[in-house]
């Protein structure tokens, strides 16, 4: 794995904000699900390893600023203490562990109003959220989604991971259509007042033993990897340099999906 390092000046708030420019594309939506053109900011925020609900905050709170128009489009970027989240639709039966042994584990177990099942999320993995307004981008949910997936599969490809998507199954998966997928980052979106949260966890140096506690994404027959185990690092233990490095990579990623206007910067707390 690739040593990184970053100055003290990334801890400073920045963004970079260019001239929009907008056009419209005659006649019908094409394919793709986007009927217009646009170019529109990406500010970028690496909060570090926070608290699963200081995060959740965080997200309202910059949801109902995006819709009002207050703040550019934003993307979270961070990593949580273990914590398993259920979808609106989750069906708890799909945590193996009791409630005696998370409490034992020191493990919550919260209801969210995003869509999938259930996930975990721990040290090791990074976790995305990005607040963006979708009529601003011109673009439809589904190709939204499939941006986080690219997103995901292209920062697998820069470890020399090959991953992506797996017809029926949201999220990034190892060898997707091969006779042993593995599911390597898990995707869960929310719309409010036409801007989305939530977002995607990617496996990067995380503990694998934890997600015996689910069935991850309600799928018992899943398996899960990360990064640090298709990429064959002599890891021990998750790290949050690991994240921040995976980080660095995913954001520029997910820029170039979402045709964002400017490469964007990451910034925020230490690592």
Same mark, same amino acid.
Not at 8 to 31: I, K, S
Not at 56 to 79: C, F, K, M, N, Y
Not at 159 to 170: I, K, L, M, Q
Not at 173 to 200: C, F, N, Q
């Given at each position: 794995m690739?040593?990184?390092?970053?100055p003290?000046?990334? *801890?400073?708030?920045?963004?970079?904000?260019?001239?929009?420019?907008?056009?419209?594309?005659?006649?019908?939506? %094409?394919?793709?699900?986007?009927?217009?053109? &646009?170019?529109?900011?990406l500010a970028?925020?690496?909060l570090?390893?926070?608290?699963?609900?200081?995060?959740?905050?965080?997200?309202?709170?910059? +949801?109902?600023?995006?819709?009002?128009?207050?703040?550019? &489009?934003?993307l979270?970027? @961070?990593?949580?203490p273990?914590v398993?989240?259920?979808?609106?639709? $989750?069906?708890?039966?799909? !945590?193996?562990a $009791?409630?005696?042994?998370?409490?034992?584990?020191?493990?919550? @177990?919260?209801?969210?109003?995003?869509?999938?099942?259930?996930?975990?999320?721990g040290? =090791?993995?990074?976790? *995305?959220?990005?607040?963006?307004?979708?009529? &601003?981008?011109?673009?439809?949910?589904? %190709?939204? +989604?499939?941006?986080?997936?690219?997103?995901?599969?292209?920062?697998?490809?820069?470890?020399?991971?090959?991953?992506?998507r797996?017809?029926?199954?949201?999220?990034?998966?190892? /060898? %997707?259509?091969g006779? *042993?997928?593995?599911?390597?980052g898990?995707?869960?979106?929310?719309?409010?007042?036409? !801007?989305?949260?939530?977002?995607?966890a990617?496996?990067?140096?995380?503990? #694998?033993? /934890?997600?015996e506690?689910? &069935?991850?994404? =309600?799928?018992?027959?899943a398996?899960v990897? $990360?990064?640090a185990?298709?990429?064959?690092?002599p890891?021990?233990?998750?790290?949050?340099? $690991?994240?921040r490095?995976?980080?660095e990579?995913?954001?520029?990623?997910?820029?170039?999906?979402?045709?964002?206007a400017?490469?964007?910067? #990451?910034?925020?707390?230490?690592?």
């Amino acid at each position: 794995m690739p040593a990184a390092s970053w100055p003290a000046a990334a *801890a400073a708030l920045a963004a970079v904000l260019l001239t929009r420019h907008t056009t419209r594309l005659a006649g019908n939506r %094409p394919p793709t699900g986007r009927w217009y053109r &646009d170019r529109v900011d990406l500010a970028v925020e690496w909060l570090g390893r926070i608290d699963y609900r200081a995060a959740w905050e965080r997200q309202h709170a910059l +949801v109902a600023a995006r819709a009002a128009g207050e703040v550019p &489009d934003t993307l979270l970027l @961070l990593e949580h203490p273990p914590v398993l989240t259920l979808g609106r639709q $989750s069906d708890p039966a799909h !945590v193996r562990a $009791s409630p005696e042994e998370l409490a034992a584990r020191g493990i919550e @177990l919260i209801r969210v109003e995003r869509g999938g099942e259930v996930t975990y999320h721990g040290p =090791g993995q990074l976790v *995305a959220y990005p607040i963006v307004r979708l009529a &601003d981008r011109g673009i439809l949910l589904r %190709p939204f +989604v499939r941006s986080l997936e690219a997103a995901m599969a292209d920062t697998c490809a820069t470890y020399g991971v090959r991953a992506g998507r797996r017809e029926g199954a949201p999220g990034c998966w190892v /060898d %997707p259509e091969g006779p *042993a997928p593995r599911k390597i980052g898990a995707l869960g979106i929310r719309i409010e007042r036409g !801007v989305t949260y939530h977002g995607i966890a990617l496996n990067v140096t995380t503990r #694998l033993a /934890d997600f015996e506690l689910i &069935d991850p994404c =309600g799928l018992p027959e899943a398996e899960v990897t $990360s990064i640090a185990r298709e990429a064959r690092w002599p890891i021990e233990a998750p790290t949050t340099a $690991s994240v921040r490095d995976a980080a660095e990579r995913f954001a520029p990623a997910l820029a170039r999906a979402l045709e964002a206007a400017s490469a964007p910067v #990451l910034v925020g707390a230490e690592a």
